[in-house]
């Protein structure tokens, strides 16, 4: 496997145990606090079953039952600065919202303009209908393009035998943090 400034490897129990120098895995910078993270990869074929679901229209729901189901999972606490942990939750809980307020704005379009004839119901619930499908996409292109990049992700493998852990390859971390827990990897290795 090539090596990368942005990616590291580390066990299972090492992200659950929180075992890392404080060094922020976003910024590279002293790490002022914790925040747990959970990875979850699913199985290579679970991508092949979305799009071959997806075309008889339940995709979406087979998939996170596939996901939920049968992906390897680690979870724990990685250290970052304070400025870093407010722009994680922000990524992490904006779009979620988003996607909550927009089948609210459906609600009351339907509350507002499906039992009256009267114009006026109709326009403002078909000005909800609408901003409810902006704020809809507003909050997938949020979930699905701007929170990946944002925060540290993960690979999690699966356990092989002959080892006590499944190992997780940590991605998009910052390099001087890759590099201080590959460092206090190879020290434990030799000690």
């Not at 790490?31 to 290579?44: G, H, L, M, N, S």
């Not at 799009?51 to 990685?78: E, H, K």
């Not at 540290?152 to 998009?172: I, S």
């Amino acid at each position: 496997m090539v090596s990368r400034p942005d990616r590291v490897q580390i066990w299972a129990a090492q992200l659950a145990a929180n075992d890392f120098p404080p060094v922020c895995a976003m910024t590279g910078r002293p790490a002022e606090t914790w925040r747990r993270f959970r990875f979850a990869t699913p199985p290579p074929w679970a991508y092949l079953l979305l799009i071959l679901v997806c075309l008889g229209g339940l995709g979406f729901i087979a998939y996170a039952i596939v996901m939920t189901a049968l992906a390897q999972r680690a979870s724990g606490y990685l250290p970052l600065t304070l400025a870093s942990r407010r722009l994680v939750n922000l990524a992490f809980r904006v779009p979620p919202a988003l996607l909550g307020l927009a089948v609210l704005m459906w609600i009351a379009a339907a509350i507002i303009g499906l039992p009256t004839s009267d114009p006026t119901h109709d326009t403002i619930g078909a000005i909800l209908f609408w901003l409810g499908l902006l704020v809809l996409l507003a909050g997938l292109v949020g979930r699905l393009v701007v929170t990946p990049l944002v925060g540290p992700r993960a690979k999690v493998h699966e356990q092989l035998p002959g080892q006590y852990d499944k190992l997780v390859e940590l991605r998009n971390v910052n390099p001087a943090f890759a590099a201080a827990v590959s460092q206090v990897n190879q020290a434990r290795a030799a000690g």
